[in-house]
Protein backbone atom coordinates (compact mmCIF):
# COMPACT_ATOMS: atom_id res chain seq x y z
CA UNK A 1 0.00 0.00 0.00
CA UNK A 2 2.63 2.75 1.03
CA UNK A 3 4.98 1.60 -2.63
CA UNK A 4 1.53 2.08 -4.47
CA UNK A 5 0.75 5.70 -2.71
CA UNK A 6 4.57 6.50 -3.48
CA UNK A 7 4.37 5.64 -7.28
CA UNK A 8 1.03 7.45 -7.42
CA UNK A 9 2.92 10.85 -6.04
CA UNK A 10 6.02 9.98 -9.13
CA UNK A 11 3.24 9.32 -11.11
CA UNK A 12 1.74 13.12 -9.96
CA UNK A 13 5.24 14.50 -10.28
CA UNK A 14 5.56 13.25 -13.41
CA UNK A 15 2.18 14.61 -14.63
CA UNK A 16 2.81 18.13 -13.50
CA UNK A 17 5.98 18.49 -15.25
CA UNK A 18 4.25 16.90 -18.48
CA UNK A 19 0.93 19.13 -17.70
CA UNK A 20 3.06 22.42 -17.32
CA UNK A 21 5.75 21.87 -20.24
CA UNK A 22 3.98 20.29 -22.94
CA UNK A 23 0.26 21.52 -22.58
CA UNK A 24 0.79 24.97 -21.05
CA UNK A 25 3.51 26.10 -22.58
CA UNK A 26 2.41 25.03 -26.21
CA UNK A 27 1.41 28.02 -27.55
CA UNK A 28 -1.13 26.43 -29.76
CA UNK A 29 -2.80 24.87 -27.04
CA UNK A 30 -6.27 26.09 -26.63
CA UNK A 31 -7.29 24.17 -23.15
CA UNK A 32 -8.65 25.52 -19.72
CA UNK A 33 -5.61 24.80 -18.37
CA UNK A 34 -2.97 26.56 -21.13
CA UNK A 35 -5.23 29.70 -21.24
CA UNK A 36 -4.95 29.48 -17.35
CA UNK A 37 -1.48 28.79 -17.29
CA UNK A 38 -0.81 31.73 -19.40
CA UNK A 39 -2.54 34.01 -17.38
CA UNK A 40 -0.67 32.88 -14.20
CA UNK A 41 2.60 33.73 -16.31
CA UNK A 42 0.90 37.24 -17.37
CA UNK A 43 -0.81 38.72 -14.10
CA UNK A 44 1.62 38.42 -11.09
CA UNK A 45 -0.37 36.99 -8.30
CA UNK A 46 -3.47 35.04 -10.76
CA UNK A 47 -4.62 31.74 -9.85
CA UNK A 48 -6.98 30.04 -11.26
CA UNK A 49 -9.62 29.44 -8.30
CA UNK A 50 -10.43 26.09 -6.18
CA UNK A 51 -13.45 25.63 -7.52
CA UNK A 52 -12.76 26.31 -11.22
CA UNK A 53 -9.40 23.27 -10.50
CA UNK A 54 -11.89 21.44 -8.75
CA UNK A 55 -14.88 20.99 -11.52
CA UNK A 56 -11.80 19.44 -13.51
CA UNK A 57 -9.74 17.66 -11.00
CA UNK A 58 -12.61 16.21 -8.91
CA UNK A 59 -13.95 14.19 -12.03
CA UNK A 60 -10.91 12.76 -12.87
CA UNK A 61 -9.44 11.92 -9.50
CA UNK A 62 -13.24 10.08 -9.00
CA UNK A 63 -12.91 7.95 -12.62
CA UNK A 64 -9.15 7.08 -11.85
CA UNK A 65 -10.05 5.97 -8.32
CA UNK A 66 -12.87 3.59 -9.58
CA UNK A 67 -11.24 2.55 -12.48
CA UNK A 68 -8.08 1.83 -9.91
CA UNK A 69 -9.96 0.24 -7.16
CA UNK A 70 -11.69 -2.50 -9.87
CA UNK A 71 -8.82 -2.91 -11.61
CA UNK A 72 -6.24 -3.55 -8.59
CA UNK A 73 -7.87 -3.22 -5.62
CA UNK A 74 -6.56 -1.45 -2.19
CA UNK A 75 -3.21 -0.86 -4.17
CA UNK A 76 -4.89 0.95 -6.86
CA UNK A 77 -6.95 3.01 -4.22
CA UNK A 78 -3.47 3.89 -2.79
CA UNK A 79 -1.97 4.69 -5.71
CA UNK A 80 -4.96 7.10 -6.59
CA UNK A 81 -3.97 8.38 -2.71
CA UNK A 82 -0.88 9.33 -3.54
CA UNK A 83 -2.03 11.03 -6.48
CA UNK A 84 -4.10 13.27 -4.89
CA UNK A 85 -2.65 14.18 -2.07
CA UNK A 86 0.51 15.01 -4.12
CA UNK A 87 -1.48 17.14 -6.70
CA UNK A 88 -2.89 18.57 -3.48
CA UNK A 89 0.56 19.66 -2.20
CA UNK A 90 1.42 20.98 -5.03
CA UNK A 91 -1.39 23.53 -5.47
CA UNK A 92 -0.59 24.73 -2.27
CA UNK A 93 3.08 24.89 -2.54
CA UNK A 94 2.94 26.44 -5.83
CA UNK A 95 0.87 29.30 -4.34
CA UNK A 96 3.10 29.94 -1.17
CA UNK A 97 6.03 30.20 -3.54
CA UNK A 98 4.53 33.21 -5.16
CA UNK A 99 2.84 34.46 -2.22
CA UNK A 100 5.25 33.65 1.04
CA UNK A 101 8.88 34.25 1.27
CA UNK A 102 11.24 31.44 1.56
CA UNK A 103 11.97 29.80 4.78
CA UNK A 104 15.00 27.80 4.55
CA UNK A 105 17.32 25.96 2.02
CA UNK A 106 14.15 23.99 0.32
CA UNK A 107 12.22 27.02 0.02
CA UNK A 108 15.04 29.31 -1.33
CA UNK A 109 15.73 26.59 -3.89
CA UNK A 110 12.15 25.36 -4.86
CA UNK A 111 11.26 29.52 -5.12
CA UNK A 112 14.82 30.23 -7.30
CA UNK A 113 13.70 27.16 -9.16
CA UNK A 114 10.46 28.15 -10.27
CA UNK A 115 11.08 31.68 -10.45
CA UNK A 116 13.76 31.46 -13.24
CA UNK A 117 11.57 29.27 -15.16
CA UNK A 118 8.48 32.29 -14.35
CA UNK A 119 11.11 35.07 -15.17
CA UNK A 120 14.96 33.68 -17.21
CA UNK A 121 13.20 31.36 -19.50
CA UNK A 122 10.03 29.65 -19.68
CA UNK A 123 11.34 26.38 -21.55
CA UNK A 124 13.23 25.42 -18.41
CA UNK A 125 12.40 24.45 -15.27
CA UNK A 126 8.90 23.26 -15.51
CA UNK A 127 8.67 21.36 -12.63
CA UNK A 128 7.42 23.21 -9.37
CA UNK A 129 7.49 20.17 -6.63
CA UNK A 130 10.52 19.38 -7.96
CA UNK A 131 13.49 19.98 -10.76
CA UNK A 132 13.92 16.00 -11.05
CA UNK A 133 11.97 15.75 -14.52
CA UNK A 134 13.54 18.99 -14.93
CA UNK A 135 17.06 16.74 -14.64
CA UNK A 136 15.69 13.78 -16.68
CA UNK A 137 14.46 15.41 -19.54
CA UNK A 138 17.07 18.27 -19.76
CA UNK A 139 14.91 21.53 -19.00
CA UNK A 140 16.90 21.95 -15.34
CA UNK A 141 19.13 25.45 -15.78
CA UNK A 142 20.85 26.39 -12.57
CA UNK A 143 20.43 30.25 -12.54
CA UNK A 144 22.22 32.25 -9.67
CA UNK A 145 20.47 35.12 -9.75
CA UNK A 146 16.99 35.36 -11.01
CA UNK A 147 16.21 38.62 -12.46
CA UNK A 148 12.65 39.69 -11.84
CA UNK A 149 10.82 42.32 -13.34
CA UNK A 150 9.16 45.07 -11.48
CA UNK A 151 5.38 44.64 -12.41
CA UNK A 152 6.20 40.85 -11.53
CA UNK A 153 8.02 41.16 -8.19
CA UNK A 154 6.05 38.89 -5.38
CA UNK A 155 5.61 41.18 -2.66
CA UNK A 156 7.50 39.25 -0.35
CA UNK A 157 10.54 40.17 -2.10
CA UNK A 158 10.41 43.57 -2.71
CA UNK A 159 11.37 46.41 -0.05
CA UNK A 160 8.92 49.33 0.06
CA UNK A 161 11.17 52.11 0.49
CA UNK A 162 13.54 50.76 -2.34
CA UNK A 163 11.71 48.76 -4.96
CA UNK A 164 14.18 46.58 -5.05
CA UNK A 165 14.71 43.24 -3.41
CA UNK A 166 14.97 42.93 0.27
CA UNK A 167 18.51 42.72 1.54
CA UNK A 168 18.27 38.87 2.52
CA UNK A 169 16.88 38.03 -0.73
CA UNK A 170 19.39 40.17 -2.84
CA UNK A 171 22.10 37.23 -3.67
CA UNK A 172 19.28 35.27 -5.57
CA UNK A 173 17.11 38.41 -6.82
CA UNK A 174 17.65 41.42 -8.77
CA UNK A 175 14.32 43.91 -9.40
CA UNK A 176 14.20 44.88 -13.12
CA UNK A 177 13.14 48.86 -13.32
CA UNK A 178 13.00 49.43 -17.16
CA UNK A 179 11.36 52.93 -16.38
CA UNK A 180 14.49 53.48 -14.03
CA UNK A 181 17.11 52.22 -16.29
CA UNK A 182 15.91 54.71 -19.27
CA UNK A 183 16.00 57.87 -16.88
CA UNK A 184 19.49 56.88 -15.93
CA UNK A 185 20.43 56.30 -19.80
CA UNK A 186 18.82 59.51 -20.58
CA UNK A 187 20.64 61.06 -17.73
CA UNK A 188 24.12 60.06 -18.93
CA UNK A 189 23.83 60.68 -22.45
CA UNK A 190 22.95 64.23 -21.42
CA UNK A 191 19.24 64.16 -22.31
Not at 33 to 59: G, I, M, N
Not at 62 to 70: E, L, Q, R, T, W
Not at 103 to 124: S, Y
Request: hydrophobic content about 40%; glycine content about 8%.
Amino acid sequence: MIAAFAVGAATWSLGEYALHRWVGHNPKSQTEFAKEHRQHHAERLYFATTAKKASYVVPVVGAAFVMASKLAGRTGAAWVGGLAVTYVGYEVLHRRLHTHAPRGPIGRFLRKHHFAHHFNGPQTNHGVTTPVWDLVFRTHRPVDVVRVPEKHAMPWLVDPATGDAKPEFARDYVVHHPAKRRASEAREAGL
